[in-house]
Structures are given as structure tokens and as C-alpha cells.
């Protein structure tokens, strides 16, 4: 089946680590993306890629890093810059950053100890 | 920038009733896609209805429906004999070549 995979689901971390939030889709889409969800929140845009190698910062990007090195793989770390980690975190994919709908996957919740 | 608008922070709704959740947007494009998402307890987001800006007709997907106004730029969620599994929150997004953006979402209730 075709679809995002997410990974971890939950993953605790202490202040001052780095962590690493997996994403990988087998939808062949070019465009990705990482947001942020707070509780009882709407979605704020971390990061997102048009192409393999490629990256533009969203509206929320201090504290984060993306790197997109292949077509399936969008991987987020959340660096100990990032003074208010703790949320739930949404990857997405299209077809392109132009148009069509985003697909997500099952989410990542972070909470830091 | 665009803004999308989702007016009803909450709505409750009676099983097998009819309830309609409000989304506005201010665009200046005229080539764009609208969607309802719906995010359960488990929090997946999950694509419900999407509407093209260039189609007059109004989508339907099984028991949601949209009143898309064009003019008025109103984009409303229309679920029909509502059921339990409908409870989540719901997003209105705005899609153009050049913004991708998120209401802030309507929690809805439904009661048995």
C-alpha cells in the first residue's frame, strides 16, 4: 500500500539532545513537508522540499534541520536550539509544492523530559 | 498572504442529524484547490472532500458535501446523518501555486 510512514510514534527526549523524526513515502511524490501541532492547535509549517536536495524554511523553522537527500525520505531534527520542543509532528507529502492535496502520516509525538 | 478562517472553534452535533462547519478564505488568485480534513483521537489527518476553485458544481463524497461560494469565497462542510466515527477535528485548507494554508479548526461533537 501506498502511503507515508512515520517513525517514531512516540519518542521522549531529555533538554539539550538532538533528535532525529523519520519520514518516508512510497507515493513517488516530489513535494514534502514537516509541521508542528500544539495541543487544540492548527498546523504550522516547519519545513518543505520541492525536489531531492532541496529545502525552503516555513514559518517555524529555529531549532529545526531537514535534510532531503532522497526522492522518499524527508528526514526532521529537532536540535536542543529549539526551546519549546514538546508537540506532535505531521509529515506530508503532494505530488508537487503547487498542487494537489497532501497526503499525512500517522504522526510523531515528542515530549521532552 | 492568504487567510483561512474557521469561525466555530467547536460544534456538537445529535447522531443521524445534519451539521454544517463554516471555513472562509481571502484570495486574490483565481486558480485554487479547497479541502476538508479530518483529524480523529488518533490524530492522522485525513483528506475528506476536495473542491477545485474553476468547478462551479459542489463536490460530494458520500455524506459530505461542500457550499462552495466563489464570490462570497465561503467554503462550507456539510455532513449529512451524522455518526459517531465523525467526531474529530476538522481543517479547512487553501491550496495555490503559491500558499498552502490551514484554518485553525472546528472540534466536532457528536452526541448519541
Known amino acids: 500500500d501506498g502511503g507515508i510512514t512515520q517513525s517514531p510514534k512516540y519518542l521522549f527526549r531529555k533538554e539539550g539532545q538532538n533528535v532525529t523524526l523519520s519520514c518516508e513515502q512510497n507515493?513517488?511524490?516530489?513535494?514534502m513537508y514537516w509541521y508542528r501541532q500544539d495541543p487544540g492547535q492548527g498546523l504550522r509549517l516547519i519545513y518543505y522540499s520541492q525536489i531531492v536536495n532541496d529545502f525552503q524554511k516555513g514559518d517555524i523553522a529555529e531549532g529545526y534541520s531537514v535534510s532531503r537527500e532522497k526522492k522518499e525520505s524527508f528526514p526532521l531534527t529537532v536540535t536542543s536550539a529549539q526551546k519549546n520542543p514538546t508537540a506532535f509532528y505531521l509529515c506530508?507529502?503532494?505530488?508537487?509544492?503547487?498542487?494537489?492535496?497532501?497526503?499525512f502520516g500517522e504522526g510523531s509525538r515528542l515530549t521532552v523530559l | 498572504a492568504q487567510t483561512v478562517t474557521q469561525s466555530q472553534p467547536e460544534m456538537s452535533v445529535q447522531e443521524a442529524e445534519t451539521v454544517t462547519l463554516s471555513c472562509t478564505y481571502d484570495t486574490s488568485e483565481s486558480d485554487y484547490y479547497l479541502f476538508w480534513y479530518k483529524q480523529p483521537p488518533s490524530r492522522q489527518m485525513i483528506l475528506v472532500i476536495r473542491?477545485?476553485?474553476?468547478?462551479?458544481q459542489n463536490a460530494t463524497e458520500n455524506r459530505f458535501s461542500v457550499n462552495f461560494q466563489k464570490a462570497a469565497k465561503s467554503f462550507s462542510l456539510k455532513i449529512s446523518d451524522s455518526q459517531l466515527g465523525d467526531a474529530a477535528m476538522y481543517f479547512c485548507a487553501y491550496r495555490s501555486a503559491q500558499q498552502l494554508t490551514f484554518g485553525s479548526g472546528t472540534q466536532l461533537t457528536v452526541l448519541p
Open positions: 507515493l513517488n511524490h516530489d513535494a
Open positions: 506530508a507529502s503532494s505530488i508537487s509544492v503547487y498542487t494537489g492535496e497532501l497526503f
Open positions: 473542491q477545485e476553485a474553476y468547478k462551479q
